[in-house]
């Protein structure tokens, strides 16, 4: 494997040049669709062509088209970075290329993974007997978390989803809050639980669902019921009421879920985690682990309080495959969706060991402590007003006029200082900006408000 070396030293050094360029490259990349299908769209080959050059010709024609995501000017979305560990640990489970769907498909692998899990449960402040599965966002955390959920309320409603599947089996009501993440019903859809089966339940003006109007709710609804919350709305970062929407919930007997992409990580700070209070109540959990723990993609996890309902929606066995002895080494099939798969838990175990328990705990707050700053300079700039309570890392506010918070957004990315996107808030434009990469500094949320001042046509504003 001489030729191998020589390939993933080019490549190491392709990619270290790449992150060191990070500071100077525009944040978001100048190339066109047209620019970008010519440096790549060249004809299948007929004949193979030499690995480093393949490479090497990639990471050319690819390059200017790359979006600076890893770097700590980038506040779209909600977008994590990649710690070196974790980065360094994904690349060196992609070389030990082991099917990490089964025990016997990667020993060490599947125990890395458990210790994770593990480790996980503690930080999040979830419970200790929690089962869990490392799937690829938390998107399908929450199809893993749901299928376990719809398995239950109907178990106990005398009906076997596995069995008998949905046709003909009691109807389930799932309660939603309003500013509901858009995955939840995505996975509610994959379950095969449409639109109509959805109770929407009102929300304040910072997206929390409100608790009164969930107990409203859930007096109008019987038979099997799910409740989805929220920790971290992806606009404001707001949490909602967990434990008065838990005690509601347990009373109607509902399944208790809740969507912690981000916000659950608030659990791993003791200044925050009173935001968290009365997750542990809950049923089951979804996060990522490519957010705000800065894993590489594609990193989510589901964690279940009820394992038997958990293996029970997604455990797979076959004649031709190995399977553990019950209650020894896991098989991960078992707890999610995937068959075959890739050691996704080794990046997190990379993170979790490099950056301890004060390393987790002291980049979630120093993000919250970014979104704070961007909070408090923006509102000194003319025409800005802050439309959150920065409770976490989540940013959101806008201009006098739509027309006026669209154009100075297109600026602001436009510069290529720094970039993030736009929303709907209230029927009106806005502007959010997320702060979860690790390696965000005071310096980038001092040029990206300098992009922003800039970027607000003074001369033309009107009188005010
Ligand atoms: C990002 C996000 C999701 C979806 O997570 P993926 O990792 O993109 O699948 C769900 N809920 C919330 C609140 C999010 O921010």
Redesign the pocket.
């Known amino acids: 494997m001489g030729g191998a070396r020589e390939l993933l030293e080019l490549t190491a050094s392709l990619a270290a040049d790449f992150l060191d360029s990070l500071d100077e490259r525009p944040v978001f990349p100048a190339a066109s669709l047209e620019e970008l299908r010519a440096a790549l769209g060249t004809p299948l080959p007929d004949d193979p062509v030499e690995p480093t050059r393949v490479v090497r010709e990639l990471a050319e024609a690819a390059e200017p088209g790359v979006v600076g995501m890893a770097g700590g000017r980038y506040f779209g979305?909600?977008i994590g970075g990649s710690v070196p560990a974790a980065l360094a640990a994904d690349w060196l489970a992609t070389a030990w290329d082991q099917n990490a769907g089964l025990y016997v498909g990667g020993p060490a692998v599947s125990v890395a993974e458990e210790v994770a899990g593990g480790w996980l449960r503690e930080l999040l402040r979830l419970p200790e007997t929690a089962s869990f599965g490392f799937v690829?966002?938390?998107?399908?955390?929450?199809v893993t978390a749901l299928a376990a959920a719809r398995h239950r309320v109907l178990a106990n409603a005398g009906w076997d989803v596995n069995l008998d599947g949905l046709a003909g089996a009691p109807p389930i009501a799932v309660l939603l809050g309003e500013k509901v993440?858009v995955?939840?019903p995505r996975a509610l859809r994959l379950l095969g639980i449409g639109a109509s089966a959805v109770v929407p339940v009102a929300a304040d003006d910072q997206g929390r669902m409100r608790p009164d109007a969930l107990r409203e709710a859930l007096a109008r609804v019987s038979g099997p019921a799910i409740v989805c919350a929220?920790a971290?709305?992806?606009n404001t970062g707001a949490f909602d009421a967990l434990p008065e929407i838990a005690a509601a919930g347990r009373e109607a007997g509902a399944w208790l879920h809740l969507?912690g992409?981000?916000?659950l990580w608030a659990a791993a700070s003791p200044r925050l985690a009173h935001l968290v209070e009365g997750a542990e109540l809950f049923d089951s959990w979804?996060t990522?682990a490519?957010?705000w723990l800065n894993v590489p993609y594609?990193n989510?996890v589901a964690f279940c309080a009820d394992p038997e309902a958990h293996r029970a929606a997604m455990a797979v066995h076959a004649d031709y495959l190995v399977h553990a002895e019950p209650g020894a080494a896991r098989d991960q099939m078992e707890w999610n969706p995937e068959f075959s798969r890739r050691a996704r838990g080794v990046p997190v175990y990379a993170a979790l060991r490099s950056l301890g328990r004060s390393g987790v705990a002291e980049l979630v707050e120093r993000c919250c402590s970014h979104a704070r700053r961007f909070a408090a300079e923006l509102d000194r700039l003319e025409g800005v007003e802050v439309l959150n309570d920065v409770v976490l890392n989540q940013v959101l506010f806008r201009y006098e006029t739509d027309e006026r918070t669209d154009e100075v957004l297109r600026a602001v990315q436009e510069s290529g200082e720094a970039w993030m996107s736009g929303t709907v808030w209230d029927g009106r434009k806005a502007i959010r900006i997320s702060v979860s990469n690790w390696q965000t500094s005071d310096s980038d949320v001092d040029r990206t408000v300098g992009a922003f001042a800039a970027a607000y046509p003074t001369a033309a504003a009107p009188a005010r």
């Open positions: 979305f909600v690829t966002g938390c998107q399908m955390a929450h993440h995955t939840v929220q971290g709305e992806v969507d992409a981000f916000g979804a990522d490519h957010k594609d989510g």
